[in-house]
């Protein structure tokens, strides 16, 4: 389960990358825009270290 939720937090990083709008990333994963938020957040400071 662990696995599936990575590289589904991976999709929506590369997704926010390509452009597709936070709306359209949560209709198609049941996330809400605050959890599209954190995911994409996340990966953004740990590239920072």
Do not use: F, H, N, P
């Not at 049941?30 to 995911?39: A, N």
Request: with cysteine.
């Amino acid at each position: 389960m662990e696995i599936l939720r990575q590289e589904l937090a991976a999709a929506i990083r590369q997704a926010d990358a390509d452009g597709v709008l936070q709306k359209d990333v949560c209709e198609a994963t049941g996330y809400s825009r605050q959890q599209v938020r954190r995911i994409v957040t996340a990966a953004s400071d740990t590239e920072g270290e």
